[in-house]
Structures are given as structure tokens and as C-alpha cells.
């Protein structure tokens, strides 16, 4: 007999694997997926303009590094730009 051992070189890698039990049987949900570091939505800027105070508050120009919204204060027409980055810092 010719036995031949072969060796398989495996890389460790990190797998978040749940298991969910419902209506609809067993389903494995694998979190194992590389997230891109998500920017500041134009949604999440106008919000943040508001929380800021800006009222009838409207994204007018998106660019790779910021958002910027205008609006109108208490004192009149206002601009707020935005960091095209998570959380939305403001410029």
C-alpha cells in the first residue's frame, strides 16, 4: 500500500456564526463581512443640522469630504457644513 500524507496549511480567521431558531427552521446568519467605514448620509447631516438648530433644513451639495446643508436660524438664512465622516463632525 502507497499512503501519501498531505498537509493543508489553513489561515485562522474569525467568523461570528449565529444560529436563529424560528418559524422558519434553523438559519446560520455568518457576521463575518468586512464593513466599510461608512461617511456621514445626507439624511444623518440634515438631522444633525437640525439638532444644531437649523430649521427647513436641505442638503445642497455632497462632496467625497463634506455635506453641506442650509437652512434658517433665528437671526436669518444659515450654512452648515459637515465632515463626510462617521458622526458627522461639523466644520
Request: proline share 5%.
Amino acid at each position: 500500500m502507497l499512503f501519501s500524507s498531505i498537509s493543508f496549511s489553513t489561515f485562522a480567521s474569525a467568523q461570528d456564526v449565529e444560529l436563529r431558531i424560528g418559524p422558519d427552521g434553523v438559519r446560520p446568519i455568518v457576521r463575518d463581512r468586512d464593513r466599510r467605514d461608512r461617511g456621514c448620509s445626507p439624511r444623518e447631516a440634515a438631522r444633525a443640522a437640525r439638532e444644531e438648530g437649523l430649521r427647513r433644513a436641505e442638503v445642497v451639495r455632497v462632496t467625497d469630504r463634506s455635506i453641506t446643508v442650509r437652512g434658517f436660524t433665528r437671526r436669518g438664512p444659515e450654512q452648515l457644513r459637515f465632515a463626510n465622516r462617521r458622526g458627522c463632525p461639523l466644520i
